[in-house]
DNA sequence: TTTATTTGACCGCC
DNA sequence: GGCGGTCAAATAAA
């Protein structure tokens, strides 16, 4: 797909570079002084942002590495939140392409792409388990493991079978700290509720959720929708007060006005394009203001960390997972170009498309 | 009645 | 052969 995104694409990694720059001059400065609570806090938020700035450079950095057009990535983010020491992911395996049966597939799922996230569960926030990450699980397996105090649960996709959804986690309780859940995901959700996990489980729409669920054309009208309104469209209305959404085939949105100087946000599509727990955050407002949001991590009252690490070999079969399947509303996302309305007189400058 | 969970059995991998 | 992962029938819950 050339769409002549690359240099929105380099743009985005420089900004981001910068921006990490920035953050970890803070967090410097930070540490130097008192250590009272306020200043722990805006360290704590300053780490968060260095990750998320992380995490968006690694996926950026690898889809990027895979092809140089920038496009959809389903891979997660970490936020590191509790101190608690990343885990790996892991990509392996050789399958074989006349294995078509259900074992085919179970195979197959051992190249998805894999990390896993400690959740702690304290009494106080009044969280009951480690599951509710947003999404709606089924679980089918429990397995005692040899080694460990506790069995290892094991959940999939509630919309396996209506959207072919192949995600699925296990959650593992630590024998050392029984309030410390590891869980383990495998493979990224392709279903509906990767655009509606945050009302989701919740929510009483859950039920009508599941209604639209199961009608295919609901289900495709709601994705083509959703789809939509995830892309970036470009509008320029006058000059004097432009307001300007640009489309790109990849998960951030960028939006803003122009009104001699261009003004800018760049805002997470769909947090579960990237696992789950995407970070958002706001370019400068202004050329000269610079400030950025927390990320919107689904917290659900506990204290989460993951993190995500691709090794070059694991790249090509996480990417030809990704894109194989034929109904995922996000994978292998085409961007319609015919779509995107493009002011022609937009002045689409490299170096100064995000200032 | 529908949906979710439990749990023993099965299968593939090491 | 043992272990981890998954299936699917039985059961429970809504």
């Known amino acids: 797909m050339d769409c002549g995104f690359n240099w929105e694409y380099n743009s985005l990694i420089n900004e981001l570079t910068q921006g990490m720059e920035h953050a ?23 780490q968060i942002i260095l ?52 074992r085919y597939v ?29 999404y709606s699980w089924r679980k089918y397996g429990q397995k005692d493991i040899l080694g460990a105090k506790y069995p290892r649960s ?15 986690k296990q959650v593992q309780r630590s024998d050392d700290d029984p309030a410390l859940f590891e869980i383990t995901y495998k493979g990224s959700h392709t279903c509906n509720q990767a655009f509606n996990s945050a ?36 509008n320029t209305n006058d000059l004097n007060k432009k307001e300007t959404t640009c489309s790109f085939p990849f998960s951030p949105t960028f939006s803003g006005f122009v009104d001699g100087n261009l003004h800018f946000q760049v805002s997470q ?4 394009l990237v696992g789950g727990y995407s970070p958002s955050f706001v370019s400068p407002t202004t050329p000269e203001s610079s400030y950025f949001s927390l990320p919107s991590c689904q917290m659900n009252g506990s204290r989460r960390i993951h993190s995500l690490h691709h090794s070059e070999s694991d790249l090509p079969d996480l990417f030809s997972a990704n ?6 509303p996000i994978v292998g996302l085409e961007f319609p170009l015919e779509h995107v309305e493009l002011d022609p007189n937009f002045p689409f400058d490299n170096s100064e498309f995000f200032r």
């Not at 092809?67 to 050789?94: E, F, H, M, R, Y």
């Not at 197959?108 to 990390?115: A, F, G, N």
């Not at 094991?154 to 699925?168: D, G, H, I, K, S």
């Open 106 to 134: 179970s195979k197959k799922r051992k190249q998805l792409p894999t990390w896993t996230e400690q959740v702690r569960v304290s009494a106080e926030n009044g969280y009951e388990g480690p599951t509710d990450d947003g």
């Open 51 to 102: 990750s998320s700035f992380e995490n968006s450079l690694s996926i950026l950095k690898w889809t990027d590495s895979i092809t140089q057009t920038p496009q959809i990535v389903v891979a997660p983010t970490s936020i590191s939140v509790d101190k608690i020491s990343p885990k790996t992911v892991d990509l392996n395996g050789n399958f074989k392409d006349n294995d078509q049966d259900l």
């Open 199 to 234: 009302a989701q489980p919740t929510s009483p729409e859950k039920h009508e959720f599941k209604k639209q669920a199961n009608n295919p054309k609901i289900v495709q009208s709601n994705q083509m929708l959703t789809n939509l309104q995830a892309s970036l469209r470009v």
């Open 269 to 272: 599509v769909d947090d579960n």
């Open 323 to 328: 894109t194989s399947s034929t109904s995922s």
């Open 24 to 46: 970890k001059q803070l967090r410097a400065y930070f540490s130097s002084t008192t250590s009272s609570d306020n200043i722990q806090e805006l360290h704590l938020h300053m």
């Open 154 to 168: 094991y959940y999939r996709c509630t919309y396996r079978l209506v959207q072919n959804c192949w995600a699925t």
